[in-house]
C-alpha cells in the first residue's frame, strides 16, 4: 500500500475502488485461466465450453468473496453467512448473464468471422468471455458495493486507516 499514490490512499472510495479492482482483476484472470485448462487440455470441457466457463466463474467467485470480505470491504468480517447468501445470490445472476452473453457473443462473432479462417474458435471464445466477463464485473461490483457490503463509511475509513 506503500506504493499507491495520495490522492487514492487518502480517498476511501477510491481506495475500495482500487482493491475491487486488485480483486476483480485477479478473480478474472483466475477465471480465464481455468476457462482455458478446462477446455483446451480436458477434452469434455472442449465440447461443452459453458460448464468450462461456469467452473472457472465459481473459481472466480470464492476467490473473490473472501478477499473481498478481508481485504476490500474490511469492516463486514461478521456475519459471514449474511453476506455470503447475497453474494451468491449476485453470483449466480452474474454468471447466468455471463453465459448468455458468452453464448451471444460467441453467436455473433462466429456470424461476422465465418469466413475469415484465420480467427478460430478458440480465439472467438476467448473473446466472448472476455467481453462477457468485464460487463459482468461491472454489475457485480455495483451490486457488491451498494446491496452486499453496505455499511457505515466511518467503520470503513477507521479500518483503512489501521492499515495504512
Not at 467467485?61 to 456475519?79: A, E, P, R, V
Request: aromatic residues 14%.
Amino acid at each position: 500500500m506503500k506504493l499507491l499514490p495520495g490522492f487514492i490512499k487518502n480517498n476511501r472510495r477510491l481506495l475500495k475502488l482500487f482493491r475491487f479492482s486488485v480483486v476483480g482483476g485477479s478473480a478474472f484472470v483466475l477465471s480465464i485461466v481455468i476457462f482455458n485448462v478446462l477446455k483446451n487440455y480436458i477434452p469434455f470441457f472442449g465440447v461443452h465450453f459453458v460448464i468450462a466457463s461456469i467452473i472457472g466463474d465459481l473459481s472466480g467467485l470464492i476467490y473473490g468473496f473472501y478477499i473481498n470480505k478481508h481485504w476490500t470491504f474490511i469492516s463486514q468480517k461478521k456475519d459471514e453467512e449474511k453476506y455470503c447468501f447475497k453474494y451468491l445470490v449476485l453470483d449466480t445472476f452474474t454468471i447466468v448473464l455471463n453465459i448468455l452473453l458468452l453464448k451471444a457473443f460467441i453467436g455473433i462473432l462466429t456470424y461476422y468471422t465465418i469466413l475469415d479462417e484465420s480467427i478460430n474458435q478458440n480465439i472467438r471464445e476467448n473473446v466472448a468471455k472476455i467481453s462477457a466477463t468485464i460487463i459482468t464485473t461491472v454489475l457485480n461490483f455495483i451490486g457488491t458495493k451498494y446491496v452486499i457490503f453496505v455499511h457505515e463509511e466511518d467503520e470503513d475509513e477507521e479500518e483503512i486507516e489501521e492499515i495504512l
